[in-house]
């Protein structure tokens, strides 16, 4: 199915809605996304999140670069209460592009002048009282690595599915115990350096199918770290239970998918029925895991799904694939649907936690709408721009300030921000911030044609 975005007004969009029986709504009363929130003593000044998304230009030692400043500090005139800072490796062979920034000793100096930027640069704009929480994500890339430009799969589990993606077969070494430690002391030494560069919260990254996505699922591994429920959760909560220990100050988000979307033997949130039938949801682990978490000391839940290495329209619905991608196998609508629908699950299910609902970019200029419809009937307690923040890094203010959205500077959702991804290079918005990563695109389009 190849439906793209063609909507002039709120009441076409409406309309596709009812016509397709899609369960979205859209509110005009944007106030709601104005209000503030109070996290752990905390204030975010209102309810728009900016999603983590790797910009991929740190400088060769992976502290932040030029380009990671000048993002940040787009965000922080856009207004958006809560910034989630991008995918930081805690270890140079964990990351998935030579140039995903890295938090470490010799790096934290510089994460702590971007978030001393980020903050100084929203209280100048917006007046003291002000200040984004910034949120800063630690990941390790797991089976999706590629530290020096090339596939290097870190995997903890074989799987019939996720080993093809990624190109290996059974004789392929899977992480010891013994490693997995040394990763963890990784996460924990990352949660504290975060703490003393002056993030509010820490997000211990379990989405995506990167090393604790995959973790979750893998059923199929031995030791403490597989097989049962108890054992697959182990090594989030164990680090968890350290950073409440180490940095008891720090505030502890988790992003979580919240379903795998792959009906395979090592999925989290699927129901393990009849084989080849495509993934149904089933959130009774996620439900489970997200009450321990609370337990640990969870104070803000972020929600996503899938991965972009497989059923990328699960993640981030789209108008065009990347190259030698797939059509849309659904309308769009269904897939923001389906994220907003198990944020709200988990959202029911933990009324008094905040939860941050994805999927927001197709939208365009009714995002808003629809945040202010999803906020305002509790089905989630922020919400989540990602490419939206790339093409128009000033939405929320142009949201609260104006009550609208200009059309010409929304994401166009073409992808071309994930195809600069996949050729390996730094990434922006190739369309509205096109002075900049147009050219890129080229570059890269042209280096990966003379490969
Ligand atoms: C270029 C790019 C980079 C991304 N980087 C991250 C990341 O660092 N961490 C993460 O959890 N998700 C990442 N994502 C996923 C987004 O945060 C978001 O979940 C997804 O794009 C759907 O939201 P949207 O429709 O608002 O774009 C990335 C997505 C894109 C397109
Ligand atoms: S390149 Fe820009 S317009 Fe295209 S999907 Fe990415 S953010 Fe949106």
């Not at 730094?426 to 490969?451: H, M």
């Amino acid at each position: 199915m190849s439906v793209k975005f063609n909507y002039k007004t709120l009441e076409d969009i409406k309309k596709d809605c009812l016509q397709n029986n899609i369960n979205i709504s859209f509110s005009e009363d944007l106030s709601v996304l104005s209000k503030n929130l109070e996290i752990n003593g905390r204030m975010v000044p209102n309810r728009f999140v900016i999603q983590p998304m790797e910009g991929f230009d740190s400088n060769d030692h992976g502290a932040p670069g030029e380009l990671t400043f000048r993002r940040y500090k787009r965000y922080a005139r856009g207004g958006a209460g809560l910034i989630w800072f991008e995918a930081t490796a805690v270890q140079a062979d964990g990351r998935t592009n030579p140039h995903q920034v890295i938090l470490n000793k010799k790096t934290e100096s510089s994460f702590s002048e971007l978030v001393k930027i980020t903050k100084e640069t929203a209280r100048g704009e917006f007046g003291d009282n002000h200040e984004p929480f910034c949120v800063l994500q630690i990941t390790h890339s797991g089976r999706f690595s590629q530290s020096d430009g090339f596939r290097k799969p870190l995997i903890v589990v074989h799987d019939p599915v996720f080993d093809k993606v990624v190109g290996i077969d059974e004789s392929y070494s899977v992480l010891t115990d013994k490693e997995l430690n040394q990763i963890q002391n990784n996460f924990v030494e990352a949660a504290k350096l975060a703490y003393i560069a002056g993030f509010d919260a820490v997000d211990v990254k379990s989405c995506h199918k990167y090393l604790i996505s995959e973790l979750l699922g893998a059923r199929n591994r031995s030791g403490k770290y597989g097989g049962s429920y108890e054992n697959r959760t182990r090594f989030l909560k164990e680090i968890i239970e350290r950073i409440r220990e180490e940095a008891p100050e720090l505030i502890i988000g988790v992003r979580l998918n919240i379903f795998d979307a792959v009906n395979t033997e090592n999925s989290w949130g699927v129901n393990q029925g009849v084989k080849g039938e495509a993934a149904k949801v089933d959130l009774t682990e996620p439900k489970r895991l997200v009450k321990e978490l609370q337990e640990l000391g969870l104070a803000i839940l972020n929600t996503s799904a899938s991965t972009p290495y497989y059923h990328s329209h699960i993640t981030r619905p789209y108008n065009q694939p990347v190259n030698k991608g797939y059509e849309q196998p659904e309308h769009p609508l269904k897939g923001i649907e389906r994220l907003f629908m198990l944020a709200e699950d988990m959202q029911q299910e933990f009324p008094k936690l905040p939860v941050v609902g994805s999927g927001y970019s197709w939208l365009k200029q009714f995002g808003g709408a629809a945040a202010a419809a999803n906020i305002m009937a509790g089905r989630h307690t922020l919400a989540g721009f990602g490419r939206q923040a790339f093409a128009y890094p000033y939405f929320a203010r142009d949201l609260m300030e104006k009550g609208k959205l200009d059309p010409k500077k929304c994401c166009t959702a073409c992808s071309k921000c994930s195809q600069l991804m996949i050729w390996g290079s730094k990434t922006g918005c190739v369309v509205r911030d096109a002075d900049l990563y147009a050219n890129v695109y080229k570059e890269a389009s042209a280096v990966s044609k003379n490969r």
